[in-house]
């Protein structure tokens, strides 16, 4: 055992003795008047604890009252003086105003006419696309399934494998053989 075990045991003895003298005080304080309102009362029944449980995990929301926040009140600053609009230096430009012709409301047949185009405007133009006219989108093409049977093998492969060809296969792990200086 190294010096970390024993402290580690130590310490553990140390936790369950003090656990153990808490009870003791605990036990001996009875005498007391004031109970423990966390202690359920040996005379309560198995509804009452279920009350007492339900109460502790949902209680009942405290209202506290709003307080209203005092809205801060703006005051414009006032002035010593009452306000006079000074004139516009002469040599800046003055603005003209301009005079708009009033508008004409039109006959309701013109505006009959008009209603609903707006609303067509909003189509999305693709709905009304007919995929019968259109070309194919993706290209077929045809399969040469006897090229891909005829698999093309690795010739040192079929040197290895033929037993004719022996000598060369022998010469060829030689070759591929690593080498160790």
Known sequence: MDLGNIVYIVAILAYFIYQATRKKKDL????????????????????DLMKEIRQAQNPTPVEKPVQAKPKPVISEPQRAEAY??????????????????????????????????????KKVPFRDYKFANSAELIPSFKMDYEAIKAKKSNPYAQILKNPKTLKDAVILSEILKPKFF
């Not at 001996?28 to 509804?47: C, I, L, N, V, Y």
């Not at 002469?90 to 185009?117: A, F, M, N």
């Open 28 to 47: 001996d304080m009875p005498d007391s008047d004031e109970s423990s309102p966390q202690a359920p009362q040996k005379g309560m029944t198995f509804e």
């Open 84 to 121: 006079r609009p000074y004139p516009a230096p002469s040599h800046l430009p003055q603005v003209k105003t301009v005079s708009r012709k009033p508008v004409i409301v039109e006959d309701d047949e013109e505006i009959e006419y008009y209603e609903g185009s707006f609303g067509a405007s």
